[in-house]
Protein backbone atom coordinates (compact mmCIF):
# COMPACT_ATOMS: atom_id res chain seq x y z
CA UNK A 1 0.00 0.00 0.00
CA UNK A 2 1.48 3.56 -0.53
CA UNK A 3 0.50 6.70 0.85
CA UNK A 4 0.99 10.13 -0.15
CA UNK A 5 1.81 11.91 2.40
CA UNK A 6 5.54 11.09 4.78
CA UNK A 7 5.99 11.75 8.10
CA UNK A 8 9.16 14.15 7.67
CA UNK A 9 10.47 13.31 10.94
CA UNK A 10 11.65 9.63 10.27
CA UNK A 11 11.44 9.91 6.52
CA UNK A 12 8.82 7.00 6.22
CA UNK A 13 4.88 6.76 4.68
CA UNK A 14 2.66 7.53 7.70
CA UNK A 15 0.68 4.14 8.73
CA UNK A 16 -2.76 3.75 8.09
CA UNK A 17 -4.03 4.86 11.58
CA UNK A 18 -2.08 8.17 10.96
CA UNK A 19 -4.50 9.48 8.14
CA UNK A 20 -6.56 11.51 9.82
CA UNK A 21 -5.53 15.32 10.64
CA UNK A 22 -5.69 15.50 14.77
CA UNK A 23 -3.64 11.74 14.40
CA UNK A 24 -0.94 13.49 12.36
CA UNK A 25 -0.97 16.40 14.23
CA UNK A 26 -0.32 14.56 17.54
CA UNK A 27 2.15 12.77 15.58
CA UNK A 28 4.14 15.47 14.75
CA UNK A 29 4.03 16.85 18.25
CA UNK A 30 5.08 14.46 20.75
CA UNK A 31 4.41 14.81 24.23
CA UNK A 32 7.15 16.87 26.16
CA UNK A 33 9.01 14.54 28.90
CA UNK A 34 7.86 15.31 32.57
CA UNK A 35 10.70 15.84 35.30
CA UNK A 36 12.65 12.09 36.22
CA UNK A 37 11.33 11.05 32.49
CA UNK A 38 13.73 10.28 29.22
CA UNK A 39 11.66 11.43 26.03
CA UNK A 40 11.90 8.94 23.42
CA UNK A 41 10.55 8.93 19.54
CA UNK A 42 6.88 7.60 21.54
CA UNK A 43 6.69 10.69 24.24
CA UNK A 44 7.62 10.12 27.68
CA UNK A 45 8.61 6.75 29.48
CA UNK A 46 9.69 5.79 32.79
CA UNK A 47 13.91 5.36 33.62
CA UNK A 48 15.15 2.41 35.00
CA UNK A 49 18.17 1.41 37.17
CA UNK A 50 19.43 -2.27 36.48
CA UNK A 51 18.72 -5.00 39.18
CA UNK A 52 21.91 -6.23 40.47
CA UNK A 53 20.18 -9.26 42.02
CA UNK A 54 18.41 -10.38 38.69
CA UNK A 55 21.84 -9.50 37.00
CA UNK A 56 23.44 -12.66 39.27
CA UNK A 57 20.42 -14.63 39.11
CA UNK A 58 20.76 -14.91 35.72
CA UNK A 59 24.33 -15.78 35.68
CA UNK A 60 23.53 -18.31 38.18
CA UNK A 61 21.16 -20.07 35.84
CA UNK A 62 23.35 -19.71 33.13
CA UNK A 63 25.65 -21.27 35.17
CA UNK A 64 23.72 -24.53 36.29
CA UNK A 65 22.42 -24.39 32.38
CA UNK A 66 18.05 -23.59 33.72
CA UNK A 67 18.06 -21.89 29.90
CA UNK A 68 15.93 -22.49 26.63
CA UNK A 69 17.97 -21.81 23.48
CA UNK A 70 15.20 -21.44 21.17
CA UNK A 71 11.92 -20.04 22.12
CA UNK A 72 8.99 -17.70 20.84
CA UNK A 73 9.07 -14.86 23.60
CA UNK A 74 6.09 -13.75 22.53
CA UNK A 75 4.57 -17.14 23.56
CA UNK A 76 6.55 -18.12 26.55
CA UNK A 77 6.84 -14.98 28.14
CA UNK A 78 4.75 -14.71 31.59
CA UNK A 79 1.63 -13.56 31.78
CA UNK A 80 -0.55 -11.46 34.13
CA UNK A 81 -1.94 -14.60 35.80
CA UNK A 82 1.48 -16.50 35.73
CA UNK A 83 3.11 -13.48 37.62
CA UNK A 84 -0.08 -13.55 39.79
CA UNK A 85 0.65 -17.40 40.71
CA UNK A 86 4.25 -16.83 40.69
CA UNK A 87 3.58 -14.50 43.72
CA UNK A 88 1.15 -16.15 45.76
CA UNK A 89 4.07 -19.31 46.14
CA UNK A 90 7.19 -16.81 46.41
CA UNK A 91 8.26 -13.41 47.87
CA UNK A 92 8.66 -9.84 45.90
CA UNK A 93 12.71 -10.43 45.95
CA UNK A 94 12.50 -13.38 44.22
CA UNK A 95 10.16 -11.97 41.49
CA UNK A 96 11.92 -9.17 41.10
CA UNK A 97 15.38 -11.57 39.97
CA UNK A 98 13.39 -12.53 37.04
CA UNK A 99 13.82 -8.54 36.13
CA UNK A 100 16.77 -7.01 35.21
CA UNK A 101 15.90 -3.26 35.70
CA UNK A 102 13.77 -1.16 38.63
CA UNK A 103 11.45 1.39 37.13
CA UNK A 104 12.63 4.72 39.16
CA UNK A 105 9.86 6.24 41.58
CA UNK A 106 7.68 3.37 41.48
CA UNK A 107 6.74 1.60 44.90
CA UNK A 108 8.29 -1.55 45.87
CA UNK A 109 6.72 -4.82 45.86
CA UNK A 110 4.54 -3.47 42.98
CA UNK A 111 4.54 -5.01 39.63
CA UNK A 112 5.21 -1.71 38.30
CA UNK A 113 8.63 -1.65 39.91
CA UNK A 114 9.99 -4.21 37.86
CA UNK A 115 10.36 -4.17 34.12
CA UNK A 116 12.61 -5.98 31.52
CA UNK A 117 11.71 -9.80 32.40
CA UNK A 118 14.11 -12.28 30.91
CA UNK A 119 12.82 -15.89 31.58
CA UNK A 120 9.34 -17.61 32.37
CA UNK A 121 9.94 -17.38 36.12
CA UNK A 122 11.61 -21.28 35.65
CA UNK A 123 14.61 -21.08 33.64
CA UNK A 124 16.19 -18.13 31.69
CA UNK A 125 15.09 -17.64 28.01
CA UNK A 126 17.75 -16.50 24.86
CA UNK A 127 14.69 -14.60 23.69
CA UNK A 128 13.62 -13.02 26.61
CA UNK A 129 17.75 -11.53 26.74
CA UNK A 130 17.14 -10.63 23.35
CA UNK A 131 13.90 -8.84 23.82
CA UNK A 132 15.81 -7.22 26.71
CA UNK A 133 18.43 -5.80 24.60
CA UNK A 134 16.50 -4.86 21.39
CA UNK A 135 13.38 -3.28 24.34
CA UNK A 136 16.28 -1.27 26.13
CA UNK A 137 18.15 -0.22 22.80
CA UNK A 138 14.95 1.15 20.96
CA UNK A 139 13.87 3.22 24.31
CA UNK A 140 17.57 4.20 25.07
CA UNK A 141 17.79 2.65 28.36
CA UNK A 142 21.82 2.07 27.99
CA UNK A 143 22.60 0.52 30.89
CA UNK A 144 19.75 -1.89 30.84
CA UNK A 145 20.48 -2.55 27.51
CA UNK A 146 24.20 -3.18 28.07
CA UNK A 147 23.66 -5.52 30.79
CA UNK A 148 21.15 -7.71 29.14
CA UNK A 149 23.81 -7.78 26.37
CA UNK A 150 26.10 -8.86 28.65
CA UNK A 151 24.27 -11.64 29.93
CA UNK A 152 23.10 -12.48 26.15
CA UNK A 153 27.24 -12.82 25.35
CA UNK A 154 27.60 -14.70 28.41
CA UNK A 155 25.05 -17.44 27.34
CA UNK A 156 26.23 -17.56 23.95
CA UNK A 157 29.67 -18.28 25.70
CA UNK A 158 28.49 -21.25 27.80
CA UNK A 159 26.70 -22.90 25.33
CA UNK A 160 29.33 -22.38 22.39
CA UNK A 161 26.87 -20.00 20.32
CA UNK A 162 29.49 -17.43 20.35
CA UNK A 163 31.84 -16.56 17.25
Known amino acids: MVFDRTDHRFGRPLRPDMTTVATRAAAFHPPRASAGRVLGNRGAMSSYTVNPAAVERARRLIDARQYVLDSDWGEVQPRADAENAFLQRHSWDEYAQW?????????????????????????????????????????RHKTVELAAHDLLQRLDKATGLAA
Do not use: P
Not at 106 to 124: I, N
Open 99 to 139: HLALTDGATDETKARYAFVYGDLRRLHRSGLIACVYRASEW
